[in-house]
């Protein structure tokens, strides 16, 4: 960038300019002025006295001081009507993009989010222009996301209302026994919309960092391990083989419960996208000062530029041959590993190539190094 395109050097030249632009307006008045003045006040003096030669030296000290002292007022006063024009006209072409800046704000307070701001010549200016651009780019984003998410909530919630609305509709009308079936169906519909719930409020404090959590000393290998265990059973039906390497210890500052959870969601995730026939395997590695669990799979694999949306909330693979969850499971995944200070990260090689699934947390402070 060119020095000239800064704000700093730009205010610095105006500086300068508003300064010559008064001077020189002052020296041309003061000069002009002050010839003019003297040579009247001796074209006076010549009339008064009969012969220039007669006034004495005082008398020509006096004249040229009296035009002088004159010119100088008249010089400044120009001087200052100069300046102060050149700095009105600086001023406004320095304030006309701060003032575009602010009525952006002012439209993204409003929740306009469409207009950008033209970014002006000035590298500092036009920084924060791109800022308050950026800003509003992000909030439109927040704000549909938000949309639909209460969209899809309200999906969510809507199928199972509706069973169980018409179930009881048909035990009103006499349509339909009410028999044990009826109730579990019903008592089914009522504990996936607790489920929902239960998601939903975790997801919030997770992502307000109020989840509450009870830490200690616990070895992510072993959760891992123990999580895959408890799971064993369903890949057993699904006819998925499920492998736990021995990998090292990991020792690390965790709530297990929490973190359990995190395994649960990220195995039950490769259970839903790798058909029979088809390998889990769990593997535990240390990276730097990180305890890494990967979770791989053989499974239907991601698409490139899935990869930095399955973490949003319900979103869904494009995958209509499996089946469908609630869409939060892996956002949840990422929340909790994030408030331990870690992360879940997702990587593929493509459609049919299988995934890897990284939970990522900080080692102990003394098995760091």
């Known amino acids: 960038m ?6 700093r050097t730009r205010l610095f030249v105006s500086h300068l300019l508003v300064i010559a632009i008064g001077g020189l307006a002052m020296f041309v008045v003061g000069s002009v002025l002050t010839r003019t003045l003297f040579q ?4 006076r003096m010549n009339r008064g006295a009969g012969r220039l030669n007669n006034a ?8 040229l001081g009296d035009s002088l002292n004159i010119a100088l ?5 120009v001087a200052v009507l100069a300046a102060g024009v050149v700095a009105a006209f600086l001023a406004r072409r320095f304030i006309r993009p701060i003032s575009a800046v602010r009525e952006a704000t002012d439209r993204i307070a409003r929740g306009e989010y469409d207009e950008e701001i033209e970014l002006p010549q000035e590298e500092e200016l036009a920084a924060l222009a791109g800022d308050v651009n950026t800003l509003a780019r992000t909030l439109s984003a927040t704000e549909s996301r938000r949309t639909r998410l209460i969209g899809e909530v309200t999906h969510e919630l809507r199928s199972p209302i509706t069973t169980i609305r018409a179930l009881m509709e048909g035990v009103l009308d006499g349509v339909t026994e009410p028999t044990s079936e009826l109730f579990v169906a019903v008592a089914d519909e009522a504990s996936r919309m607790q489920r929902l719930a239960d998601d939903l409020a975790l997801l919030s404090q997770a992502e307000e960092g109020s989840l509450p959590m009870v830490l200690e000393l616990a070895d992510l290998r072993e959760l891992g391990a ?17 492998e736990v390497e021995p990998g090292v210890a990991l ?10 959870q995190v395994f649960t969601n990220l195995l039950g995730n490769a259970l839903i996208h790798t058909p029979a026939g088809g390998v889990v395997a769990v593997r535990s590695i ?20 899935e990869l930095d949306h399955i973490f949003e909330r319900f979103y869904r693979l494009p995958d209509s041959t499996q089946p469908a969850g609630r869409g939060i499971g892996l956002t949840i995944a990422r929340s909790i590993a994030r408030a331990h200070g870690g992360d879940v990260t997702a990587d593929s090689r493509g459609p049919g190539q299988g995934s890897t699934f990284r939970i990522s947390i900080p080692l102990h402070e003394l098995d760091r190094g």
Do not use: N
């Open 40 to 43: 009247g006040r001796l074209g």
């Open 73 to 77: 007022v008249v010089g400044f006063a």
């Open 286 to 305: 240390r990276e730097s000062d990180m305890a890494v669990v990967e979770v791989l799979d053989s499974g239907s694999g991601i698409q490139r530029d």
């Open 56 to 63: 004495t030296a005082g008398e020509l000290h006096a004249a």
């Open 226 to 242: 123990g999580a895959a265990e408890r799971l064993r059973l369903q890949f057993d039906h699904q006819q998925v083989a499920l």
């Open 2 to 7: 060119s020095i000239w395109r800064r704000l």
């Open 251 to 260: 020792p690390v500052s965790v709530d297990p419960l929490r973190i359990g």
